[in-house]
């Protein structure tokens, strides 16, 4: 994309959950992205759970469900409705149980 020469974050393809981290990361420095990103295990484990593809946004409940998906992105991402998603969802302030929700996307639940 014009939008990832721009801002120099060109990666190859990960061939390790190490080299796909480290990708990640890059994007989060350089593309100043301030909300936790989170990395697939190098099998897509979670993207064959979630059908994320296309590229969508999510917004998973403290119970493993989703309580919000996007359309289809990028051109279909709306940080605002993400926010209200995520507001709605987790007005409590608490964070959920991310080591059981972890275990559940794994076992496709």
């Keep these: 994309m014009p939008s ?3 801002d120099r974050v060109l990666v190859a393809s990960a061939k390790s959950f190490a080299a796909r981290d ?3 990361n890059t994007c989060v420095r350089k593309l100043g992205i301030e909300i936790p990103a989170l990395v697939d ?6 993207e064959r759970v979630y059908t994320g593809w ?3 946004l999510y917004v998973i409940d403290r119970e493993g469900r989703v309580a919000y998906k996007s359309k ?3 051109f279909g991402f709306h940080p605002d409705q993400m926010a209200q998603a ?5 007005s409590s302030g608490q964070a959920g149980p991310t080591e059981e929700f972890s ?3 794994q076992k496709g639940k």
């Design 54 to 56: 296309p590229d969508r």
């Design 103 to 105: 275990s559940r996307a």
């Design 86 to 90: 995520l507001a709605k969802t987790y």
């Design 41 to 46: 295990d190098i099998d897509d484990s979670t």
């Design 22 to 24: 480290e990708a990640a």
């Design 4 to 6: 990832n020469l721009k």
């Design 72 to 74: 289809a992105g990028p």
